[in-house]
Structure formats: C-alpha cells, structure tokens
C-alpha cells in the first residue's frame, strides 16, 4: 500500500514561508498528476496548486504569485513553497497524487499550517 508523508507545516508569522514536502513510500507508476489542497473547519478541501505529467501547472486565485508547486514525477514527491503568508492561509494541507496507471487518488495524512502573529 502506498502511503503519502507530508512535512514542512507548522506555526508562522503573517508575511513568512513554508516550504512543504510530500514523498511516496514507494514509487508510483504513471503519475498523471499531483497537487495541494487545503481545508478549514467547516470547510471543503479545496485544490491549492497542481501540477501535471506534462508540465502544466495551475493555482487557486488566492496563491497566485505567493505559492509555488514543484515535483518531480520520476521520485513521486511533490513541493509547496509558500511565501508572504497570510492568516487565511491557515488550514489543514494535504498532498495528493493520481495515477492514471492504477486508477488510484492517493492522499497524505495532511499537515497543520498555522499564520498567526
């Protein structure tokens, strides 16, 4: 069974960064894509970035010009570099990468990111 681990979060000051990290257990066969997605109390998941086999790449309006998604599909790991961060930002992250191969979404456990002054 594949398992995704995520590292990275944790408490930061409005107008810091983050840089989060997921890695596969094990390699993972015909990725199609890989993102970030978020999610609040009460809230839905919502996608943060993604990145795809081709190299497209698309972000939530919030992130534009302030979060930056990179992979590499070869090592199945996928980065979230996150700067000029606000409270809003604050939320539970997940990794997730599909595979066209197995038909399968794979998600992490999620990381706690917190902007707080």
């Known amino acids: 069974q594949v398992q995704l681990v995520e590292s990275g979060g944790g408490l930061v000051q409005p107008g810091g960064s983050l840089r989060l990290s997921c890695a596969a257990s094990?390699?993972?066969?015909?990725?199609?894509?890989m993102g970030w997605h978020r999610q609040t109390p009460g809230q839905q998941r919502e996608l943060v970035a993604s990145l795809r086999a081709d190299g497209s790449i698309n972000y939530a309006d919030s992130v534009k010009g302030r979060f930056t998604i990179s992979g590499d599909t070869a090592k199945s790991t996928v980065y979230l570099q996150m700067s000029s961060l606000k409270p809003e930002d604050t939320a539970v992250y997940y990794c997730?990468?599909?595979?066209?191969?197995?038909?399968?979404?794979?998600w992490g456990q999620g990381t706690q990111v917190t902007v707080s002054s």
């Open positions: 997730n990468i599909y595979s066209w191969h197995s038909g399968r979404d794979y």
């Open positions: 094990r390699s993972i066969i015909g990725i199609h894509v």
